[in-house]
């Protein structure tokens, strides 16, 4: 495989967990005051439309990375619902 | 344009702007306890990976939607670590 393959592979791993350490540290603390829930509507949002797109691509690499974004920051954003004041 | 690059422009600007809420939040607040740094350290080791990935592959739309966001997380970064108590 080509550099740019791995760097992609990568790219898309650390672009998927990336909510993972919000979650935890939310999952712990039950306080979402500092968190802006507007951030995790419009990244669902994107990320959504992102495994959209690679269905219609039939990418699965982008429908992978992006449709388990969407499950990560759609439990976020589930978080701030539940624990806001 | 067919209706995938519709889909995957619209994406990639909810992807790429989705920082601004939590860095407007923080700047009016000046409280980041909640918020993870670690989410951001990753976001955005992921973000510039997809923007090397996109510049090895001369693929414009990628790297100037990763390139944007590398820019707006790495200033969230900032924000966290100068209101961090």
Redesign the interface.
Known sequence: MK??EW??I?????????????I???WK?K??????W???C??I???F??T??GI??EDYPIIITNGISTILNSIMLALIIKYRK
Chains 1, 2 share one sequence.
């Open positions: 550099v740019a760097i992609g990568l790219a898309g791993i650390f672009t998927t967990i990336a909510a993972m350490p919000q935890i540290k939310v603390s306080k979402v005051d500092d968190v802006s507007g951030m995790f419009i990244l949002l994107g990320v439309l992102w959209v797109y219609i691509k």
